[in-house]
């Protein structure tokens, strides 16, 4: 009998198939295959593990370009090294990563919107990050002499360069004085002007504001002689402004400012108007505008579409758009559906406003407290006043004349002239006249001149008194 032979079988498996080694006992030892000549195609997506880099934390010094290593020791993302060159790798960062920090000492991290990269300081800076010095100021350089104390940062036109430099003292010993707005030493300036505009040096007195006089083209001090804008303030002669604010979205007050002490006072005509409390106008619902004004009454007033509610001191008018006829107005507010708005305000007041009327020929100006009434002189102007009524006169015989009827026009008196105005369809032969018989009464005649009679039906009779002159 032949002794049995024991033979190894070895497979690879390849994407060409299996790749299988049969082995005797006496060769089957260490078995070593070379992938890159007997293999094609190798596909490690099964395999329990790979580590395709040679692994470390030395680098090593030698390598071929296209080798990889994996520096186990460097921080994450700077892992991966690839031999670039011979004997020289190169951290492989990726998009996440950083540039490479070897040869970039005292550099900053920038972007130019595609890429990162390290960045030198320059400009007006220089040094590294720790210890940096500005070495310039807008591009303008800063030299590096050391200040003493009190200096200032002076530019040197001839150096073009800022440096340390002295100005003036209280004594004016050093350098030139201020100029521009300012007068005198820099110790002890004087602003004489703004925005080079001059300024008067007389004395102000309590309570005056610094006032531009055109007459004179200087500020200088003045009493103030009212306020503008939302709210309510003093004035030299001790009154207030009567001007609207906003308290709150459900609250907007009227003459804040207004008191016994200082009254806010509305003129109409000969009659001054005095408020010396404030009011309160509480929002309740609705959106538009409300009207605040006085009426010729001297009642402060709110008219609107709102529904709003007045304090003690002021009125509310329902159906109000717009100022009324006979009246000052003050301002308009604007209510939003949720309440006041707080910009809402406009202020309507013409402080120091004046109309003056005069009487023409003909015409007559009477004051009467804060109305003005024109009229007419009717001695040197007519006045006409009509009156009119249907009269039926019947059969008149011929050769006669009718009893008179009356036609009714108030403020006739006997002696008044007289326009007469008579119905069309009145007979031919027929003639009439009109006279002012009595106080307010024109009386009618017909009379007939025809040789018939003559029927004078129902007609309208007009009748015109001329008085004056």
């Known amino acids: 009998m032949r002794p049995s032979t024991t033979i190894l079988r070895t497979c690879v498996l390849t994407t ?23 293999a094609r195609g190798v596909d490690f997506s099964k395999a329990a593990a790979t580590k395709p880099f040679k692994t ?59 890429q990162a990269s390290w960045m030198p300081l320059g400009g007006d800076v220089s040094g590294a990050p720790p210890s940096l010095l500005v070495t310039g100021l807008q591009g303008k350089r800063v030299a590096a002499t050391t200040p003493t104390g009190g200096q200032v940062l002076t530019w040197n036109s001839t150096a073009l360069n800022w440096e340390p430099g002295t100005i003036a003292s209280s004594s004016g010993s050093t350098v030139t004085n201020t100029g521009g707005d300012l007068s005198g030493a820099i110790g002890n300036a004087t602003v004489t002007r703004m925005q080079n505009k001059p300024v008067s040096p007389v004395t102000p007195a309590d309570g005056q504001v610094l006032t531009w006089s055109q007459f004179s083209s200087q500020w200088q001090p003045q ?66 505008v409300a009207f605040i004004y006085i009426t010729s009454a001297g009642t402060v007033t709110v008219g609107s579409n709102l529904t709003v509610v007045c304090s003690s001191g002021c009125a509310t008018a329902a159906g109000v758009a717009g100022f009324p006829v006979n009246s000052i107005p003050l301002f308009t507010w604007t209510a939003l559906p949720t309440g006041w708005d707080a910009a809402g305000g406009h202020d309507s007041r013409a402080y120091l406003s004046s109309k003056i009327l005069s009487a023409g020929t003909g015409m007559i100006l009477v004051e009467s407290g804060p109305q003005s009434t024109l009229g007419v002189d009717t001695t040197l102007i007519p006045t006409y006043t009509t009156g009119a009524s249907t009269l039926a006169f019947g059969t008149l015989a011929a050769s006669s004349c009718s009893t008179d009827l009356t036609v009714s026009v108030p403020g006739a008196v006997p002696g008044d002239a007289l326009a007469s105005g008579w119905p069309a369809a009145l007979p031919s032969a027929v ?38 002159r």
């Open 223 to 288: 009493s103030p002689t009212g306020g503008t804008g939302t709210g309510s303030g003093s004035s030299s002669g001790g009154i207030s402004v009567l001007g609207v604010t906003y308290s709150s979205a459900n609250t907007i007050t009227i003459g804040a400012g207004c008191s016994i002490a200082a009254p806010c006072n509305v003129r109409f005509g000969t009659n001054v108007v005095t408020v010396t409390t404030s009011a309160t106008v509480t929002w309740q619902s609705g959106a538009g």
């Open 16 to 38: 060409a198939g299996s790749l299988c080694i049969a082995l005797s006992p006496a060769s089957a030892q260490t078995t070593q295959l070379d992938l890159k000549s007997q």
């Open 431 to 468: 003639v009439g006249m009109m006279r002012v018989s009595a106080a307010n009464t024109v009386a009618v005649r017909l009379c007939n001149l025809g040789a018939s009679a003559a029927l004078v039906g129902s007609a309208a009779y007009r009748a015109t008194v001329v008085q004056g």
């Open 56 to 114: 470390g934390t030395i680098i090593p010094a030698t390598c071929a370009v296209g080798e990889s290593f994996f520096k186990s020791d460097a921080a994450p993302g700077q892992n991966l090294y690839g031999c670039t060159a011979v004997n020289s790798w190169t951290v492989q960062s990726g998009g996440g990563g950083l540039p490479p920090f070897t040869g970039n000492a005292d550099h900053l991290l920038g972007t130019d919107g595609t």
